[in-house]
Nanobody, 121 residues
């Protein structure tokens, strides 16, 4: 089994910053892609930022130039530095990882339990 644990969420004033962290642990041979998604009340879950082990990074247009995703492959950890936070960034943020649990098994998709980020005035 593979577990993803997020940390770093909370309350922040608009214009402020937060740093989310997510650690993958368990039966891991290697991690392919890791990323962050979010879901606001009444809305569908959307991709925020994603990084592939090969180096490709993708951002949602709404967070470009404000959020930065980074990754420590040795620690199976992904970070999301959130700057210039806006009220529209308020959501539950979910960590996602595509994991190979052995050299022969196909990649499997895992999710964290989610962490709340709330921007308030």
């Amino acid at each position: 089994q593979v577990h993803l644990v997020e940390s770093g969420g909370g309350l922040v004033q608009p214009g402020g910053s937060l740093r989310l962290s997510c650690v993958a642990s368990g039966n891991i041979d290697r991690v392919s892609a890791m990323g962050w998604y979010r879901q606001a009340p009444g809305k569908q879950r959307e991709m925020v930022a994603r990084t592939h082990i090969a180096g490709r990074i993708t951002y949602a247009d709404s967070v470009k130039d404000r959020f930065t995703i980074s990754r420590d492959n040795a620690k199976n950890t992904v970070y999301l530095q959130m700057n210039s936070i806006k009220p529209d960034d308020t959501a539950v943020y979910y960590c996602n990882a595509e994991v190979f649990v052995s050299p022969i098994d196909p990649v499997q998709n895992y999710w964290g339990q989610g962490i709340q980020v709330t921007a308030f005035s």
